[in-house]
């Protein structure tokens, strides 16, 4: 459960810790730390698997006391890591959360997701089920150099016209955006999003809190060194000086 102001959710279910799409800019870095594992390489690396994920859901569906608040995936990693393809631990957990009626929430940059169009149908039918792709940039390459372990923009837009024709209610959110970097891509990302069914838009600005700053900047330098002084002075403007909030 989390109480943020800035979160539209109280609670969220994180199958996974860590993540292999080794985004430069991701806000959950810092939670690798709490496993005494690090918030740069081990973070994309080493990952952390909650074999009784589904169990346990099950068990807090059924509980006195469950109001059935909608329950966000990825709150803090992407529920659809590589390893969930043998797992399926978010698969069991949107099992429980169908078999409940549970209303649920995604957030994604997954091309694994479309194959649980099926169970997503199913939640559609019974409750409030959604799942935003998360694009930040409508060109590959700019993306690959960012986000070097996701799957290509392309990819997230296809699964994304897969459940929507599934009838599962899909939106992108264009998150992060950097100054200075990718918003330039803004009309590209929604007008693509649009086109395979999108329903609904976010966005995000970046944040660096704690070590997510260093890992950035660090990561920037050696990914796109000819523009990181200018993302850097352009989020300063954005946040009266400062580079997060």
Known sequence: TNDSPDLPFRHSVNPYRGCTHACAYCYARPTHEYLG???????????V?????????????????WRFETIAFSGDTDCYQPIE??????????????????PVMIITKSFLISRDADVLAELARR?????????????????????????????????????????????????????????DAIPAVLERAREHGARFADSILLRLPHSVRHVFLERMRAALPDRVRRIESRLRDARAGALTE
């Open 37 to 47: 594992l690090g918030a740069g390489t081990d973070f994309d690396t080493r990952l």
């Open 49 to 65: 698997a909650k074999l009784r994920a589904p169990e346990l859901l099950r068990g807090k569906l059924a509980g006195k006391g």
């Open 85 to 102: 393809a043998h797992y399926r631990l978010t698969r069991g957990c949107l099992e429980a959360c169908r078999d409940a009626s549970q």
């Open 127 to 183: 409750t409030r089920a959604s799942v935003a792709f998360s694009v930040a940039f409508d060109d590959d390459d700019l993306a690959r150099a960012v986000e070097p372990g996701a799957p290509r923009p392309s990819k997230r837009f296809e699964a994304m016209r897969i459940l929507a024709d599934a009838g599962v209610r899909c939106g992108v959110m264009v998150a992060p955006i950097i100054p200075g970097l990718n918003e």
